[in-house]
């Protein structure tokens, strides 16, 4: 098979995964593990997460959404606080990976469900991750942002529209995702989907796709 195309999410791919973030924002608050994945993956498609990743509300907006949605599950935990810890640590060997991508002639793009806070589509919160973030963002043929799409993964017409968009078949190529249930429709077009758990995880079975050795 011969793959022209590889498309990466941002955070959790590109960068270090939020929910690790989010386990130390819920120590520190005194909630349950996991507490923020549980009120996100109640009503996934509506809830005050999705809405926000939509720019259907704004960071007030969230806070608040976020806040009552904790509270109906017995945790009290604000938006505010999660958007504070958004933005992950940038994986040096994945920015290595795609300048080498580059270098021999891959179209390379990103898909990213993001929200309309912080600074740029990485949403950082300080100037120095959002500089870094901007640097790796221009290495990109085309993004896709949720927040300003209007349309959010794992919905299939963000990967259609990205295909649109640079005028490939599905089959050309590979999709990268730390979330499975965005790998799936990826998968149902006929891409060839890693889902990445690490960051050496990755680069291995993106490597064998490619039939090359990467960092």
Known sequence: MKFTTVIFDFGGVITSSPFEAFNRLEAEKGVPQDSVRR???ANPDDNAW??????????????EAFAQEALALGLELRGADVLAVLAGDVRPAMVETLDRLKADGFTISCITNNVPAGKGAGMAMDDEKAAAVKAIMLRFDHIIESSKAGVRKPD???????????????????????LGIN??????????????SGEKQALGDLGRLLAMDLP
Request: proline residues 6%; aromatic residues 8%.
């Open 39 to 41: 009120i996100n993956s």
């Open 156 to 178: 299939p017409r963000i990967y259609q529209m990205m295909c649109e968009a640079l005028d490939v078949a599905p089959s050309e190529c590979i999709y990268l995702d730390d």
């Open 50 to 63: 999705a809405r926000f990743e939509r720019a259907e509300l704004d960071s007030a907006g969230f806070d």
């Open 183 to 196: 790998c799936k429709p990826a998968a149902a077009l006929g891409m060839s989907a890693i889902k990445v």
